[in-house]
């Protein structure tokens, strides 16, 4: 049996991508070393692949993003240089970011509404211009259909005629190439029959190039399967890990002679390790009705950290685990012992770190607990009471800039080369700080600004039992932008409380409300590699009720506005419309659990970088009393969305970008004002970032920030 892998992390082992194109964002590497730092990552992508696997992708590499490099690939933009190709990503006019499918990974959205009249054509392919520089793999590209469907702005009428444009374009990039690897993986979102019509009728032109063509799916089941049979495509390839019903549809349809079916069974999205016995045994049935058959991961391999070397975690956990590299192995095992029917043993399949109690606590929840006993109404009013807050009310998301030196400090805390009360001091001095800020510029709710946190969710996953960090196992998220997630693994609880003591200290400096601050338990879920073997529902209450134990410590200390962020709720939503319901009932109500506490406590949620139009329903389901949301991107879409449900609750639409450097000014900011109070009413209105701060300067904050009260001040007099 033949092997291919696909999507290996291009972060590089030592984060090497990270460094590479910082250091040019910095002016400290030249555009050519740049690109020689990226083909070196190429390179060694490919040395991994080469060594244990028959098939793979090259050009997978890109200096940010893909769906970019496709746009650019097809002409929409035209980037002189590097600079300008950064610019496209970061620059004042970036484009929108939002995350791909349903993970953590955010892509870069090409929005035809800016693009006057799309004059496609070829520009450059680097996949082309890496298969004739290393002459092996099969040139990667996202498909044109994927491409199109994941872009934003497209007129309906306009989508069949750009994908044929499209499809003509590739055919040329093809008739240069042997074999290639076309990503399609929006074949598993819910399509049109239209849709589906123009997909082929694209395909047959593209499949009247010379090359043979291996399309990839991924993420969910193609239900559209049949419809592919006959296209001029050699290989389809099915990801069975996270599609389960992929076998079923294929059960039933059956698998052209003339293809071959790729495999994927080694999952791409989570560490745990491959059942074995149970991959073969599937593969078994799927060579029953597709002779030629290539094992693969399902799913690309980037949602995963690169390798489990040189991790020191519990051994028993080590035993269930399997990053990139252990995945690729894996693949080689399964081929192996596909052939052979010599089925490995195994780590005995039970997990570990089950606690009792929390499993009992869950089984009791009732309808109670999910629902608050007094109304949105009365609760405004006690909160309005007790808070007093101005019109217009000006606050922050929570974090504020982590410098070298607070990752310095926490680096030493770890490494023991200081203690933890020196450590503890070192926070307090930097909450002082902080809160001496927001006071000065004037801010109306205030933060302690995050400094004792790594990470939204590795904090919270550091604090929590049942649940593992990793020293190394960094994923990207964005651009260069990196994170560890967490591994769930048993049952979740709190051994003491998590945040209470800095929260409450900031409190003590200051006459004005401190939010305390928490991660919520689907954005724990959605940012975390979760165990297998119980319903994620499970592990959202365990969350749950650990949070809500939080914030009722929290009310003890005194603190009145708690933010529960949730930015991960629509990413984490299934692909498929049809599985909607059953994941937002649990969501909703993993919330609901977390925040019913005292109706007095103002309970604010957090949400970013996401279509979030079409889940306003939902959210406001979630019964929290004020939203901030973020806006800049998506240029206030998510305004209109919030009119045509009638939102009662207070809202802060974001007003500064701050994934970017550049500082909004004044006059850009009332432009989000100015059209938001067109749809909300100004008593419930709220002035606010985007999302975090974490990753900017403190001269940037302290400018905006300024610009942000100024504006803020200017509505309240009005
Ligand atoms: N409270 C978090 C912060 O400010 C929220 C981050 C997020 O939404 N991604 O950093
Ligand atoms: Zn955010």
Redesign the pocket.
């Known amino acids: 049996m033949k092997t291919y892998a696909y999507g290996f992390p291009r972060l590089g082992k030592n984060r090497e991508f990270k460094s590479a194109v910082e250091s040019f964002w910095k002016g400290n590497l030249s555009e050519a070393d740049t690109k020689k730092a990226l083909d070196g990552i190429q390179a060694n992508m490919l040395g991994i692949y080469e060594q244990n696997i028959d098939n793979f992708p090259i050009g997978e590499i890109t200096g940010y993003d893909n769906m970019l490099d496709t746009a650019i690939m097809v002409g929409l933009y035209q980037p002189k240089n590097l600079k300008e190709y950064y610019e496209l990503c970061r620059g004042k006019d970036a484009l929108e970011m939002t995350k791909w499918f349903n993970t953590n990974y955010h892509y870069l959205v090409p929005n035809f509404s800016l693009i006057k009249n799309p004059n496609f054509s070829f520009t450059a392919n680097k996949s082309s211009a890496y298969y004739k520089q290393f002459k092996k793999g099969l040139p990667f590209l996202i498909g044109p259909f994927t491409f199109l469907k994941l872009s934003k702005g497209i007129p309906a009428n306009k989508f069949n005629d750009y994908l044929l444009q499209l499809a003509e374009i590739y055919k040329t990039i093809l008739n240069d190439l042997p074999h290639v690897h076309i990503e399609e993986p929006a074949l598993v979102m819910d399509l049109t029959s239209t849709e589906i019509a123009t997909f082929k009728q694209a395909y047959k032109i593209i499949g009247a190039s010379k090359s043979k063509i291996n399309l990839i799916t991924y993420y969910d089941s193609v239900d559209c399967l049949k419809e592919l049979y006959d296209l001029p495509v050699s290989a389809i390839g099915l990801d069975f890990a996270n599609g389960k019903k992929n076998l079923e549809i294929i059960k039933k349809a059956g698998f052209p002679k003339d293809k071959t079916l790729i495999a994927g069974v080694v999952n791409g999205r989570n560490v745990w390790r491959n059942d074995i016995g149970a991959s073969v045994k599937l593969l078994d049935a799927l060579a029953k009705i597709a002779p030629s058959l290539i094992v693969s991961n399902g799913a690309p391999l980037y949602h995963l950290p690169i390798s489990l070397e040189g991790e020191k975690l519990d051994a028993a956990l080590t035993q269930k685990l399997a990053f990139a590299k252990e995945k690729i192995q894996e693949i080689k095992t399964i081929a192996k012992a596909f052939e052979t029917k010599k089925i490995p043993s195994m780590a005995a399949e039970k997990y570990f770190g089950l606690n009792k109690a929390v499993q009992k606590a869950v089984k009791a929840l009732t309808d109670k607990d999910f629902v608050k006993a007094v109304s949105f109404e009365k609760r405004k009013a006690l909160q309005k009471k007790l808070l007093n807050l101005p019109l217009f009310p000006t606050t922050?998301?929570?974090?504020f800039p982590q410098t070298e030196e607070v990752r310095r400090q926490r680096a030493d805390f770890r490494s023991g080369k200081i203690t933890e009360k020196q450590y503890n001091a070192f926070v307090q001095t930097k909450i002082q700080d902080v809160i001496k800020f927001q006071e000065e510029l004037g801010l109306d709710v205030l933060?302690h600004g995050?400094f004792e946190?790594t990470d939204?969710v590795e904090f919270f996953a550091q604090e929590l039992d049942g649940i593992a960090t990793t020293k190394a196992g960094w994923i990207i998220s964005y651009g260069t932008r990196v994170y560890r997630p967490p591994m769930i693994y048993g049952d979740i609880s709190r051994p003491k409380p998590m945040t209470v003591k800095e929260i409450a200290y900031a409190q003590t400096l200051t006459k004005k409300p401190v939010k305390g601050?928490l991660?919520g338990p689907v954005?724990i879920i959605a940012w975390s590699f979760v165990r297998e073997d119980v319903p994620i529902s499970d592990v959202a209450y365990q969350l749950g009720l650990a949070l809500r134990d939080e914030i009722l410590d929290y009310e003890k200390a005194g603190i009145k506005i708690v933010?529960v962020?949730e930015?991960a709720i629509r990413e984490k939503a299934p692909i498929k419309r049809k599985d909607w319901p059953q994941y937002f009932d649990w969501a909703i109500k993993s919330f609901r659990l977390a925040t019913n506490t005292d109706p007095k406590t103002q309970i604010h949620t957090?949400?970013?970088?996401s279509e979030f139009g079409e889940i306003v329903g939902q959210i406001d389901q979630m019964d929290f009393d004020v939203i901030s949301i973020e806006t800049t991107r998506s240029k206030g879409d998510i305004i209109e969305s919030f009119e045509k449900i009638d939102f009662k609750k207070q809202i802060g639409l974001g007003v500064w970008d701050i994934h970017s450097p550049a500082v909004p000014k004044v006059e850009d900011m009332r432009e989000v004002v100015k059209r938001a109070l067109k749809v909300i009413p100004k008593e419930n209105f709220w002035i606010n970032p985007d999302?975090?701060?974490?990753t900017r300067k403190w001269e940037e904050t302290r400018a905006t920030l300024k610009n942000l009260v100024t504006l803020s001040a200017e509505y309240k007099k009005s």
Request: glycine content about 10%; charged content about 20%.
């Open positions: 922050t998301i929570g974090s933060v995050e946190r939204m601050m991660t954005t933010q962020d930015p957090h949400m970013c970088y999302c975090g701060l974490k």
